[in-house]
């Protein structure tokens, strides 16, 4: 099994329960192709660095995951078909980056406590 991470980002135009139930249709994927989630984070709404499909704005959201590399083309097949996606990446992540993941998780939850 790999470690990968996704972030794709969402139209602007969405409601919140637009976005959540987005979100939930690719964790619902994920899981399942017999993938484990390690981790999802919504960072919001936030500005692009450049215009895409005339948005300035978007909703960012990171999913790490568990699976088999056949996962990742089902996935990306998904966002292309689906109009409410602007853009997206999927990486595969080595060891160093997972660590750094762990760091990274950790620095934010005790932020927000």
Same mark, same amino acid.
């Given at each position: 099994?790999?470690?990968?991470? &996704?972030?794709?980002?969402?139209?602007?135009?969405? *409601?919140?329960?637009?976005?959540? =139930?987005?979100?939930? #249709?690719?964790?619902?994927?994920?899981?399942?192709?017999?993938?484990?989630?390690?981790?999802?984070?919504?960072?919001?709404l936030k500005k692009l660095a450049y215009p895409i499909q005339l948005k300035k704005n978007g909703f960012y &959201?990171?999913?790490?995951?568990?699976?088999?590399? *056949?996962?990742?083309?089902?996935? =990306?097949?998904?966002? #292309?078909?689906?109009?409410?996606v602007i853009r997206y990446l999927t990486t595969k992540l080595d060891k160093h980056a997972v660590d750094y993941?762990?760091?990274?998780?950790?620095?934010?939850?005790?932020?927000?406590?």
């Amino acid at each position: 099994m790999n470690n990968y991470e &996704t972030v794709f980002i969402l139209t602007p135009v969405l *409601s919140d329960a637009q976005v959540e =139930e987005a979100v939930n #249709k690719y964790v619902d994927l994920i899981k399942e192709k017999n993938c484990e989630i390690v981790a999802k984070e919504n960072w919001g709404l936030k500005k692009l660095a450049y215009p895409i499909q005339l948005k300035k704005n978007g909703f960012y &959201t990171l999913i790490e995951f568990k699976g088999e590399g *056949s996962v990742v083309a089902d996935l =990306e097949l998904a966002f #292309k078909r689906d109009e409410r996606v602007i853009r997206y990446l999927t990486t595969k992540l080595d060891k160093h980056a997972v660590d750094y993941a762990i760091t990274r998780r950790a620095k934010v939850k005790a932020a927000k406590a």
